[in-house]
């Protein structure tokens, strides 16, 4: 379901809509044990992949890689765009060359009539920064040219537009990260125009992606704590991921509103997030990050391509939303409160060190959880390891209600609660409650919400009414069982469904 060729990573993505079929083309990393010789060669070339339904994915041989014979484009290619003009796929990347060990980088390109075999176009690079708006090797950062990322879409009433992610002249380096924007008419010579998005606070803003939804533009960018500032997001719970901003124009400026996340987490957060119209909805998959070694313990690296996401907008607010094409891979509902019973529990619950329980819990054409003074936790006696995991919620009363996960022994766990004391939703390792992700969210005691787990193995995805708020890798319990929360306070469950995955982990 999560996509990467075998035996490597997936970095940053882009995709090009050709005959019915999605076209993913990629940066790759040999994964630890990959014994293929030529393997490290093949890492230096652009992934690709097809699908025809955005679950299933096909690997095709490697596309573009490094030209040794050029001093300015023999290092490995990296992130850019695709379009198809005049019969052909133009395909552009980030020219990295060991001239200057990859520090000074241009946009290449490159076209192919049969998404195969791929021919640089000889007037390359065609685009380095404009020197009148944008960074040159002198400044704002001596040595260094950022100009990466293309991403060309149509312009309204012919020609191109293009978003790059480069700098402007500063003396601190948060005022000088920018999205530039560039114009073409035959995607070859371009016309450089001032930025389209400069808010003269972010470190590094990179990976753009510019698009029409329902009456406005909007920008994504790459941003996070790791770049080099902080207090950098709307959301204090997050430090990187994904944000947008908007414009009535393609070529901006666009603007912040008051929340500037789309997809962002504290941890493995998602990266590269790239939308495309497919079937006539705009979808946003981004790279799941993975852990080395598949241990919590372990340093963060690259991962695969994510399941995809619907974008939705809420005003002028964007939304990443639940997209049931993962249903095409549900085996079976374990579990559905319409019509089956809470099963006996086993042992002492959950959580508890002594046998006497701490809440209390019925079923009738609901099911209610009540705690005065602590928590409880109901458990379904259902483990599986992938799973969709819902339910309507109603806090009639008190702290938090939710639904809890993974929970492989008597005092480890995983809980998924709204918190109307606090206003997130949030995923805690339990019973300690010591790891957590958190998103700010409305909750209104007496108010229905449905909370939706989609757990594929290591990657946990919390989504509320529907808007993706928590998305991030923990492979701590994957397989443990699954329950009902409340805390101190009253709840209602209603339509609580478990529904298994089929997923194979890539390797």
């Known amino acids: 379901m999560n996509y990467s060729p075998k035996g490597f990573y997936v970095w940053d993505t882009w995709f090009l809509n050709r005959a019915n079929e999605l076209h993913v083309f990629h940066l790759q990393l040999a994964r630890e044990g990959n014994t293929d010789p030529d393997a490290k060669q093949t890492a230096q070339h652009l992934g690709h992949a097809v699908t025809s339904d955005l679950i299933d994915w096909e690997t095709l041989p490697p596309a573009l890689g490094p030209d040794p014979t050029l001093a300015d484009d023999d290092l490995q ?4 765009s695709a379009v198809w003009k005049d019969n052909q796929a133009h395909l552009f990347y980030t020219m990295r060359g060991s001239a200057n060990e990859g520090r000074q980088q241009k946009i290449g390109l490159a076209t192919s009539t049969d998404l195969r075999n791929w021919k640089r176009h000889p007037g390359n690079p065609v ?3 404009d020197p009148r708006w944008y960074a040159t090797a002198k400044r704002p950062v001596p040595g260094v040219v950022d100009c990466r990322d293309l991403y060309v879409i149509p312009a309204p009433g012919g020609g191109w537009f293009g978003f790059f992610a480069t700098r402007v002249p500063g ?13 073409s008419e035959d995607l070859v010579h371009w016309e450089q125009r001032p930025p389209a998005f400069a808010p003269g606070k972010y470190a590094c803003l990179e990976v753009p992606d510019v698009f029409f939804l329902n009456g406005k533009w909007y920008l994504l960018c790459l941003l996070g704590h790791y770049y080099g500032n902080r207090g950098i997001w709307s959301d204090p719970h997050v430090v990187g991921g994904t944000m947008f901003a908007v414009a009535d124009r393609p070529e901006g400026p666009y603007v912040e509103l008051g929340d500037n996340v789309l997809t962002a987490a504290m941890t493995t957060a998602p990266l590269s997030a790239r939308s495309v119209l ?9 790279t799941d990050r993975e ?8 340093s963060m690296f690259w991962g695969t391509l994510t399941t995809p996401k619907l974008l939705r907008t809420s005003g002028d607010y964007l939304r990443a939303c639940y997209s049931p094409r993962i249903e095409k891979r549900i085996d079976v509902v374990f579990f559905n409160s319409a019509k089956d019973r809470l099963p006996p529990e086993s042992g002492t619950p959950w959580g508890q060190m002594w046998a006497l329980p701490s809440g209390v819990w019925t079923q009738g054409d609901t099911i209610r959880g009540s705690c005065r003074t602590g928590w409880s936790v109901r458990s379904l006696e259902l483990a599986p390891e992938s799973f969709i995991f819902e339910a309507n919620i109603v806090l009639e009363s008190g702290v938090a209600a939710g639904l809890t996960v993974r929970m492989d022994g008597q005092m480890s766990g995983g809980v998924v609660a709204l918190d109307a004391q606090e206003q997130t939703v949030f995923f805690a390792q339990g019973p300690s409650f010591d790891f957590m992700e958190k998103r700010q ?18 990657h946990l995805e919390v989504y509320v009414d529907d808007v993706l708020k928590i998305a991030f890798s923990r492979y701590r319990g994957i397989g443990g069982k699954l329950g009902l929360f409340v805390d101190r306070g ?9 529904s298994s995955l089929r997923v194979t982990r890539p390797t």
């Open 77 to 80: 290619p990296w992130t850019g």
């Open 127 to 129: 685009l380095t920064p």
């Open 171 to 183: 003396s601190e380096l948060p005022e000088t990260s920018v999205i530039g924007c560039a114009y």
């Open 278 to 286: 497919f079937e006539e909805e705009r979808h946003l998959l981004y």
């Open 291 to 298: 852990r080395i070694g598949h241990r919590d313990e372990n």
């Open 441 to 458: 969210t409305g909750v209104v005691c007496g108010k229905k919400t449905h909370v939706r787990i989609v757990q594929r193995l290591e």
């Open 490 to 498: 009253k709840a209602v469950f209603t339509e609580v469904r478990v």
